[in-house]
C-alpha cells in the first residue's frame, strides 16, 4: 500500500511550493532534536494532493523508518468517525438530537451531579434535565476523562480502573453503564468539558443499528471509502508496520509499551480513541468531509447536514476559552467554538495564528492532527506519534507555515 501521491503541482491551485516546504523543515528539526519520532504529512487544495513530507522513524531504537503505510494510534481523531456514524443515523430518522440518550441506553435514566466533597465523599443532585443526544455530541453533557486530572470525578474513573485505559476484558456497554454511576461535573448543557461522550455515543450507534460498533465503522464508513487500514485492532501480519509510541522526558523522548498491540482491548471498542490508521486512509475520510460528505461516488452525509455539524453550537456563540475548561490541548480556546464532533474557528485574530473562519478541526492524543479550511478548499493530515499532544506546538507551528504558502 501506498500514501497519498501529489497529483498536481502547487502553483496550479494557488499555493507556493517552496513556501510549503517549510513545515517538512519544522517537523524535521523536531525529528533531528530527538523530540518526536517519524511524520507523515498530506496538503490538498481543491481535491488535489499538492505536498507530502514523510520524515524519522517509526520505531528509533528499531532504525525502521517511518513509512507511506506505517499505521499510526489515531486516538481522538476517532471522534468524527464517530460522530459522522451518529449523524449518518439522524439522516435515517433513527433519532433526534434532543432525544434523551437514555431512551437507548437506560443506565443514564436518573444521572446525579457533582457539586461538592471529595471523590470518596460526592455531594450529589439530581441533574435538572436529562443527557441529550446533542449534548454528548458538543461535550457539554457533564462528563469526564480520566487522564485531567482536574476534578474529584476524574479519580472516581480512574478508581474504577479507568486509567488511559479500561479494566481488561471491559466491553463498551460495560464501560458506558459504569461511567453512568458516576456524577456529572455540571448541569448537562450549562458548560463544554472534553470527555467521554463520544465513547457513549459509540454504544449508542451499536444500540440503535443493531452491529457493534467495528462493524458499523467497516460497512458504512471505512469499507465504502476504501479506508482498509483503519480499524480498531491491529492485524497480526501488520504489526510491523505499527508505529511504536512514545512519551517525552527531559532529554528527549522514550518509546513506552503503553498501548502496544497487545495492550489493544478489542472487547473496549473506543469510539473516542480506539482506531488505528494510515495518512492515507484517514486523508481519505477528510476528502469526503471537504466535499460535502461524497468522495468518489459514496456519499456519507448529506451536504446540509455536514455543514450543520461544522458550525459553532455553543450557546450564545461563545468560544471554548468562555464556555469550556482547560483540560485539553487538541485546539485552541480562544478563537474556536465547538460543533458537532469538531473545533470549529469562529474569531480568526483570536486564534493568534493564519485560520480561516469556519475552519474545522481535531487532533489526537499522540500528536496526530487535521483541518479542512472551507474557504481555502484546503485540507491537512499530519501523523506522528508523540504522548501527549500537548508536549511541543506542533499544531500551530504547521498551521502558520502551511497557510502562508496560500497565493490566492
Given at each position: 500500500m501506498t500514501g497519498p501521491k501529489q497529483d498536481a503541482d502547487p502553483g496550479e491551485v494557488g499555493m507556493d511550493g517552496h513556501a510549503l516546504t517549510r513545515a517538512d523543515r519544522v517537523l524535521?528539526?523536531?525529528?533531528?532534536?530527538?523530540?518526536?519520532?517519524?511524520y507523515h504529512l498530506v496538503?490538498?487544495?481543491?481535491?488535489?494532493?499538492?505536498?507530502?513530507?514523510?520524515?524519522?522513524y517509526r520505531d528509533v531504537e528499531a532504525g525502521l523508518p517511518a513509512t507511506e503505510d506505517t499505521l499510526w494510534r489515531i486516538y481522538s481523531m476517532t471522534k468524527p468517525l464517530t460522530s459522522v456514524a451518529v449523524?449518518?443515523?439522524?439522516?435515517?430518522?433513527?433519532?433526534?438530537?434532543?432525544d434523551p440518550v437514555s431512551q437507548f441506553l437506560p443506565a443514564f435514566a436518573e444521572p446525579r451531579v457533582y457539586v461538592a466533597g471529595s471523590d470518596l465523599a460526592p455531594s450529589t443532585v439530581p441533574a435538572t434535565e436529562p443527557i441529550r443526544i446533542w449534548h454528548l455530541?458538543?461535550?457539554?453533557?457533564?462528563?469526564t476523562y480520566d487522564f485531567h486530572r482536574a476534578h474529584p470525578v476524574d479519580a472516581m474513573l480512574r478508581a474504577r480502573g479507568f486509567d488511559w485505559g479500561s479494566p481488561p476484558g471491559t466491553t463498551l456497554e460495560g464501560a458506558v453503564d459504569a461511567w453512568a454511576t458516576l456524577p456529572l461535573l455540571f448541569q448537562p448543557g450549562s458548560e463544554w468539558n472534553y470527555s467521554l461522550a463520544t465513547d457513549v455515543l459509540g454504544r449508542l450507534i451499536e444500540v440503535v443499528s443493531g452491529q457493534g460498533l467495528d462493524e458499523f465503522f467497516a460497512t458504512r464508513i471505512t469499507g465504502p471509502l476504501g479506508m482498509a487500514n483503519t480499524s480498531f485492532q491491529v492485524r497480526p501480519e501488520d504489526v510491523g508496520r505499527l508505529a511504536t509510541l512514545y512519551t517525552p522526558t527531559p532529554t528527549g523522548m522514550q518509546a513506552t509499551p503503553r498501548p502496544g498491540p497487545e495492550g489493544i482491548n478489542p472487547t473496549m471498542l473506543s469510539g473516542g480513541g480506539g482506531l488505528i490508521s494510515t495518512s492515507a486512509d484517514y486523508h481519505r475520510f477528510v476528502q469526503c468531509l471537504s466535499r460535502g460528505g461524497e468522495l468518489d461516488g459514496v456519499r456519507l452525509l448529506g451536504p446540509r447536514t455536514l455543514d450543520y455539524m461544522t458550525r459553532n453550537h455553543l450557546p450564545g456563540g461563545v468560544d471554548l476559552e468562555r464556555y469550556g475548561r482547560r483540560v485539553f490541548a487538541e485546539t485552541p480556546q480562544t478563537g474556536v467554538g465547538f460543533g458537532l464532533g469538531f473545533g470549529v474557528?469562529?474569531?480568526?485574530?483570536?486564534?493568534?495564528?493564519?485560520?480561516?473562519y469556519g475552519e474545522y478541526s481535531w487532533g489526537g492524543a499522540a500528536s496526530t492532527a487535521f483541518w479542512v479550511d472551507p474557504v481555502e478548499d484546503l485540507t491537512v493530515v499530519l501523523m506522528t506519534q508523540l504522548l501527549p499532544s500537548s508536549?511541543?506546538?506542533?499544531?500551530?507551528?504547521?498551521?502558520?507555515?502551511i497557510n502562508s504558502a496560500l497565493l490566492d
Amino acid at each position: 500500500m501506498t500514501g497519498p501521491k501529489q497529483d498536481a503541482d502547487p502553483g496550479e491551485v494557488g499555493m507556493d511550493g517552496h513556501a510549503l516546504t517549510r513545515a517538512d523543515r519544522v517537523l524535521q528539526r523536531y525529528v533531528d532534536a530527538g523530540r518526536i519520532p517519524g511524520y507523515h504529512l498530506v496538503v490538498a487544495r481543491r481535491g488535489h494532493v499538492v505536498h507530502t513530507a514523510l520524515g524519522g522513524y517509526r520505531d528509533v531504537e528499531a532504525g525502521l523508518p517511518a513509512t507511506e503505510d506505517t499505521l499510526w494510534r489515531i486516538y481522538s481523531m476517532t471522534k468524527p468517525l464517530t460522530s459522522v456514524a451518529v449523524m449518518m443515523l439522524v439522516e435515517e430518522g433513527a433519532f433526534q438530537l434532543t432525544d434523551p440518550v437514555s431512551q437507548f441506553l437506560p443506565a443514564f435514566a436518573e444521572p446525579r451531579v457533582y457539586v461538592a466533597g471529595s471523590d470518596l465523599a460526592p455531594s450529589t443532585v439530581p441533574a435538572t434535565e436529562p443527557i441529550r443526544i446533542w449534548h454528548l455530541l458538543t461535550h457539554t453533557a457533564g462528563l469526564t476523562y480520566d487522564f485531567h486530572r482536574a476534578h474529584p470525578v476524574d479519580a472516581m474513573l480512574r478508581a474504577r480502573g479507568f486509567d488511559w485505559g479500561s479494566p481488561p476484558g471491559t466491553t463498551l456497554e460495560g464501560a458506558v453503564d459504569a461511567w453512568a454511576t458516576l456524577p456529572l461535573l455540571f448541569q448537562p448543557g450549562s458548560e463544554w468539558n472534553y470527555s467521554l461522550a463520544t465513547d457513549v455515543l459509540g454504544r449508542l450507534i451499536e444500540v440503535v443499528s443493531g452491529q457493534g460498533l467495528d462493524e458499523f465503522f467497516a460497512t458504512r464508513i471505512t469499507g465504502p471509502l476504501g479506508m482498509a487500514n483503519t480499524s480498531f485492532q491491529v492485524r497480526p501480519e501488520d504489526v510491523g508496520r505499527l508505529a511504536t509510541l512514545y512519551t517525552p522526558t527531559p532529554t528527549g523522548m522514550q518509546a513506552t509499551p503503553r498501548p502496544g498491540p497487545e495492550g489493544i482491548n478489542p472487547t473496549m471498542l473506543s469510539g473516542g480513541g480506539g482506531l488505528i490508521s494510515t495518512s492515507a486512509d484517514y486523508h481519505r475520510f477528510v476528502q469526503c468531509l471537504s466535499r460535502g460528505g461524497e468522495l468518489d461516488g459514496v456519499r456519507l452525509l448529506g451536504p446540509r447536514t455536514l455543514d450543520y455539524m461544522t458550525r459553532n453550537h455553543l450557546p450564545g456563540g461563545v468560544d471554548l476559552e468562555r464556555y469550556g475548561r482547560r483540560v485539553f490541548a487538541e485546539t485552541p480556546q480562544t478563537g474556536v467554538g465547538f460543533g458537532l464532533g469538531f473545533g470549529v474557528v469562529i474569531d480568526p485574530a483570536g486564534v493568534k495564528g493564519l485560520a480561516s473562519y469556519g475552519e474545522y478541526s481535531w487532533g489526537g492524543a499522540a500528536s496526530t492532527a487535521f483541518w479542512v479550511d472551507p474557504v481555502e478548499d484546503l485540507t491537512v493530515v499530519l501523523m506522528t506519534q508523540l504522548l501527549p499532544s500537548s508536549t511541543y506546538p506542533l499544531r500551530p507551528l504547521l498551521r502558520q507555515t502551511i497557510n502562508s504558502a496560500l497565493l490566492d
